[in-house]
């Protein structure tokens, strides 16, 4: 009898030990989703410290950003919190516009509880451009008080006057349709709001994040003490054969270029950083133009550190 009851304990030991482990729950990090006609919050857990605000390129919303960055999973792995912002057919900030974001920006970090976070913005192509501008407005205005930590763009076109002049060329050219459109658009766009460069450039200088012909940097002096990433892949082949651009019209010589001017003037939070074949659109097509510029695990690493 002793035997069978001996059997008898050991079995129940066993069934016990694997419901215990059965009952294990296995803790995660909880999101909340909020989407508007500005934005999509995805908000991390209670104890999260760290809001990255994305800006995509023109006409992208936040589901465009979603494809082509892939960024939500990476953030709830390291319960950071997500605004995707619909904020995207701008190459430069008017002053209203600047009040405007700032306000919406506050307010809705405000609402969320995400106020005082480690915040980080963001941008690829034009969002980069909104990226860096925004950011220097919040930091040297005292009503706002959202002070990024970092800020970063992704192959933005930052001296208007050098895209005039590329979108010039690209019409002469006439090689790409797409190139030529847009060179179009852009220089009817900036002759009727900036004016034509050969009555002079100050409004280039005056909205551009850089202006390499006179190495104006003025509009990211709030910026000093700002971590600043800047992102481009200069694909010297790709830009010939697709385009016929030769790499000093590019996106990336001027990323490059403004660069070394912000460390000559005493910005000692500069970081630039050139890749290779690392841009792909999420249809799987070659562009260096592309999100996916940016390696996600080193970027959050930047924010968490």
Same mark, same amino acid.
């Given at each position: 009898m002793n035997k069978y009851l001996t059997i008898l &304990? &050991?079995?129940?030991m066993f069934v016990s030990c694997k419901l215990e482990k059965k009952? %294990?729950?296995?803790?995660e990090t909880i999101t909340e989703v909020v989407k508007t006609d500005d934005f999509e919050l995805i908000k991390a857990s209670k104890d999260s410290k760290t809001v990255l605000i994305l800006f995509g390129g023109f006409g992208e919303k936040p589901e465009d950003i979603k494809?082509?960055?892939?960024?939500?999973?990476?953030?709830k792995k390291n319960n950071v919190s997500l605004l995707l912002m619909n904020y995207s057919s701008k190459l430069w900030l008017e002053e209203d516009d600047k009040k405007?974001?700032?306000?919406?920006?506050?307010?809705?970090?405000?609402? !969320? $509880?995400?106020? $005082?976070?480690? %915040?980080?913005?963001?941008?690829?192509?034009?969002?980069?451009?909104?990226?860096?501008?925004?950011?220097?407005?919040?930091?040297?205005?005292?009503? &706002?008080?959202?002070?990024?930590k970092g800020v970063f763009i992704a192959d933005s076109p930052i001296d208007l006057l050098a895209l005039y002049k590329a979108s010039e060329l690209n019409i002469k050219k006439n090689f790409s349709e797409v190139s030529v459109a847009?060179?179009?658009?852009? %220089?009817?766009?900036? $002759?009727?709001?900036?004016?034509?460069?050969?009555?002079?450039?100050?409004?280039?200088e005056k909205n551009a994040v850089y202006t390499m012909e006179s190495d104006y940097t003025k509009n990211l002096d709030n910026l000093k003490n700002t971590k600043i990433r800047l992102y481009t892949e200069p694909d010297v082949a790709w830009w010939k054969e697709n385009r016929r651009t030769d790499y000093e019209h590019t996106n990336a010589y001027y990323i490059k !270029?403004?660069?070394?001017?912000?460390?000559?003037?005493?910005?000692? $939070?500069v970081t630039y950083i050139a890749t290779q074949n690392k841009g792909f659109r999420a249809n799987g097509e070659r562009h260096p133009h592309s999100w996916s510029i940016i390696d996600k695990?080193?970027?959050?690493?930047?924010?968490?550190?």
């Open positions: &304990f &050991f079995i129940a009952t %294990i729950v296995k803790k494809r082509e960055f892939k960024i939500t999973n990476i953030a405007g974001l700032a306000t919406l920006l506050q307010k809705t970090l405000e609402n !969320h $509880n995400l106020q $005082n976070k480690n %915040i980080f913005i963001g941008g690829f192509s034009s969002g980069g451009i909104v990226s860096m501008l925004i950011s220097n407005y919040i930091n040297g205005m005292k009503e &706002f008080y959202i002070d990024p847009e060179s179009n658009w852009i %220089i009817k766009m900036f $002759n009727d709001k900036l004016g034509s460069p050969k009555n002079g450039i100050s409004m280039y !270029h403004l660069s070394k001017s912000l460390k000559s003037k005493g910005y000692k $939070n695990e080193n970027l959050f690493r930047w924010m968490l550190e």
